[in-house]
């Protein structure tokens, strides 16, 4: 009996330390002071809101925490009855009340619970600071709370992203009740360029751009493409020219004429100067042939005349002598 006790303790104990956490997972998320011509409720009004995040991946069912915007709640003397009497209750019997995961639920304040189980009697002062303080079922633990600053009409203080810590005064257009504080939009390229340039200044000034750009990169490209192209030919004219033909052909002979010399000479030093006649004339007909080959360029076209002579004569004489 004994050991049942204190498992069924234990298990009651694990269920209310789980409980609390679920229950911190409970927010305001978002809360709008002064609504002129925003959110509406049901009857078509417009009124002072806030917003209550489940920040978890679980269902929980707020039905019976409270709400209230009375300081007066924290004084720890203060007896439950007493503290109750001064909050409002959310009440039971709203499926809406049954928040599932990462679930977002506006309530409507300064307003008459019998109207609907979303409208409470919280009040809110638009032209005073507000604290608003969210308790729980018990009326005793506080489960969250925040004070809101005096804001424009339309605009809203918010979470920076839900259950985050950090809060944001919103501008009216940017004001999320129901939905996520943050919201992440996809701009295409096509939308963003029509966005930034509506008119097409500055995309027509860059197309023009690049072409001209390329056209110019082209032009230089060519320009001394082309002047390489003259240079190479101007140099192969060069290069054919007769008188450089002629020079690099005289260069060759005249090498080759002095190493025939020089053999000459070796071959005389060798022979201690005999056949100097030799020689001499051997070199004599080498600078002939050089002189030739410099100053005369034959056309290599032969032509030959017929030349009488007695020589005919002669051997017919001789023929008959034989005879």
């Known amino acids: 009996m004994?050991?049942?006790?204190?498992?069924?303790?234990?298990?009651?104990?694990?269920?209310?330390v789980t409980f609390g956490q679920m229950e911190k997972s409970?927010?305001?998320?978002?809360?709008?002071?002064?609504?002129?011509?925003?959110?509406?409720?049901?009857?078509?009004?417009?009124?002072?809101?806030?917003?209550?995040?489940?920040?978890?991946?679980?269902?929980y069912n707020i039905r019976g925490m409270y709400l209230t915007t009375d300081r007066s709640v924290l004084d720890a003397k203060m007896s439950v009855?007493?503290?109750?009497?001064?909050?409002?209750?959310?009440?039971?019997?709203?499926?809406?009340?049954?928040?599932?995961?990462?679930?977002?639920?506006?309530?409507?304040?300064?307003?008459?619970?019998?109207?609907?189980?979303?409208?409470?009697?919280?009040?809110?002062?638009?032209?005073?600071?507000?604290?608003?303080?969210?308790?729980?079922?018990?009326?005793?633990?506080l489960v969250d709370s925040v004070t809101v600053p005096v804001m424009a009409d339309g605009q809203s203080f918010a979470r920076v992203k839900d259950g985050a810590r950090e809060w944001q005064v919103k501008p009216?257009?940017?004001?999320?009740?129901?939905?996520?504080n943050y919201i992440q939009v996809s701009e295409?390229?096509?939308?963003?360029?029509?966005?930034?340039?509506?008119?097409?200044?500055?995309?027509?000034?860059?197309?023009?751009g690049i072409v001209f750009f390329c056209l110019a990169l082209l032009f230089v490209f060519f320009y001394f493409f082309g002047l390489f192209m003259r240079h190479r030919s101007a140099a192969k004219k060069v290069a054919n020219i007769q008188p450089i033909k002629v020079g690099v052909?005289?260069?060759?002979?005249?090498?080759?004429?002095?190493?025939?010399?020089?053999?000459?000479?070796?071959d005389g030093l060798k022979t201690k100067?005999?056949?100097?006649?030799?020689?001499?004339?051997?070199?004599?007909?080498?600078?002939?042939?050089?002189?030739?080959?410099?100053?005369?360029?034959e056309s290599g076209i032969i032509t030959i005349k017929p030349k009488h002579t007695d020589w005919n004569g002669e051997y017919i004489q001789m023929t008959q002598f034989h005879e």
């Not at 002071?33 to 995040?53: K, P, V």
């Not at 052909?249 to 070796?266: F, M, Y």
Request: net charge neutral; aromatic share 6%.
């Open 81 to 141: 009855p007493e503290r109750v009497r001064r909050m409002s209750i959310i009440p039971n019997g709203d499926s809406r009340t049954q928040m599932s995961a990462r679930q977002h639920l506006v309530f409507y304040c300064n307003s008459n619970p019998a109207q609907g189980a979303l409208h409470l009697s919280v009040r809110i002062d638009p032209e005073h600071p507000t604290w608003i303080a969210l308790y729980n079922g018990n009326g005793v633990d």
């Open 2 to 16: 004994k050991k049942f006790r204190f498992l069924l303790g234990v298990l009651l104990m694990c269920s209310g």
């Open 249 to 266: 052909k005289t260069v060759e002979k005249t090498v080759e004429i002095g190493h025939v010399a020089n053999n000459i000479l070796q």
């Open 188 to 208: 295409s390229k096509i939308a963003k360029l029509k966005r930034e340039d509506p008119h097409g200044f500055g995309i027509t000034i860059l197309s023009m």
């Open 26 to 59: 409970i927010k305001l998320n978002e809360v709008q002071t002064s609504n002129s011509a925003g959110l509406q409720d049901e009857y078509g009004r417009c009124e002072a809101w806030l917003e209550i995040a489940n920040v978890s991946y679980s269902t």
């Open 172 to 180: 009216a257009d940017a004001v999320t009740p129901g939905i996520s």
């Open 273 to 297: 100067g005999r056949d100097k006649e030799i020689y001499i004339a051997v070199i004599s007909m080498a600078l002939k042939q050089y002189q030739e080959d410099v100053h005369d360029v």
